[in-house]
């Protein structure tokens, strides 16, 4: 018997309406990122020469964080695993704080790609829900939506996943500050400048 | 995990030199602690890895995050000593200030230590404690609950 207040549905019905039902699910979290008749790429079909090495961000270049796609506010990103990235030795699975860089990371490049003012942004605020444990041995991939840039903030949204977009690792909303201080040293004390 | 089973049969605190010796992307990303009795703090020496403006140069978003998750499960670990690491639920992360490419410092302080959830409160800064660079609120999920 169905659990309580879940509805039981042909399976052909839930088949069929698979796409457009996970399309609901993530806007009801809060994440929108779906285009129509786009197929996301997974762990399961990335591999190092579909995404370009972030160069220009040393611990980008670091962690071998790649970018597959980036354009109009929306990016697509990835980190291999490495065991160098292990935050439970027992389990093998990759600590947070890699989740974390590469979400800041994939959601700095959409904003970017939507506003064009490279390397003159700055995150403001990230907000990051963990909803289960990365699979040890799988990349980790995210999407970032930049949905609204303002004169000053850029709001964008996120998932990290791996095989399955709709069973997200992690979702993130954030905000960018636009035009940040981009001079060389502007934010080095002199005695640091000298 | 070993480190922490061990503190927890005991009855004390964990290792944690010992623990972040035992966790790869701790070493990778270099931090150390520095203990004063109950009192944390760890310790992000600057590497030129951990730059994410590099014209700046500034320290990547990503990595204080990373370092005031870290700094965050320490002390869960150390206050609230259990069989297995805490696992994070949700974290809030405020930039305040760019990080500069010098030695950073965190301290976590726990708002409320729930039987299976934790507030944590942490702060991260350079030179003046009283000038955080960055600060992490979040909840993190300790043995027992899941």
């Given at each position: 018997m169905a659990p309580h207040g879940q509805i039981q549905m042909p399976r052909a019905t839930v088949r069929t309406d698979y796409a457009s039902a996970t399309r609901l699910r993530l806007a009801k979290a809060g994440v929108i990122l779906y285009r129509n008749g786009m197929s996301e790429p997974t762990s399961d079909t990335v591999s190092e020469i579909d995404g370009h090495l972030v160069t220009d961000v040393p611990h980008a270049a670091a962690i071998g964080m790649r970018v597959i796609s980036a354009g109009d506010g929306d990016a697509v990103c990835f980190v291999p695993y490495d065991p160098?990235?292990?935050?439970n030795p027992e389990t093998g699975v990759v600590h947070g704080g890699l989740v974390t860089t590469l979400l800041d990371n994939t959601c700095g490049i959409a904003v970017t790609s939507k506003?064009?003012?490279?390397?003159q942004i700055a995150t403001l605020d990230l907000r990051i829900d963990y909803m289960k444990p990365a699979d040890a041995g799988k990349s980790i991939l995210a999407r970032a939506e930049c949905f609204k840039v303002t004169r000053n903030i850029a709001f964008v949204r996120g998932i990290a996943y791996q095989s399955d977009p709709t069973d997200p690792v992690a979702t993130c909303a954030a905000t960018f500050m636009i035009g940040a201080k981009s001079g060389k040293?502007?934010?080095?004390?002199p005695a640091e400048t000298a | 995990m070993d480190i922490l089973a061990k503190g927890s049969r005991s009855g004390g605190r964990p290792d944690l030199d010992e623990l972040i010796a035992a966790i790869p992307y701790c070493r990778f990303l270099g931090i150390a602690i520095d203990r004063k009795g109950s009192e944390i703090t760890t310790i992000l020496p600057y590497s030129d890895?951990?730059?994410?403006?590099a014209t700046l140069p500034a320290l990547h978003g990503g990595v204080l995050g990373a370092f005031m998750e870290v700094t965050a499960i320490l002390q869960i670990a150390f206050d609230?000593?259990?069989p297995a690491l805490p696992k994070p639920v949700d974290i809030t992360i405020d930039y305040l200030r760019s990080g500069r490419p010098v030695d950073t410092f965190g301290r976590a302080h726990i708002t409320k230590l729930g039987r299976r959830v934790i507030n944590v409160h942490v702060e991260t800064w350079q030179?003046?404690?009283?000038?955080?660079i960055a600060a992490l609120r979040g909840h993190f999920l300790v043995a027992g609950g899941d």
């Open positions: 160098r990235f292990v935050g506003t064009g003012l490279h390397g040293g502007s934010n080095l004390t | 890895h951990l730059i994410g403006n609230a000593p259990g030179d003046e404690h009283t000038r955080p």
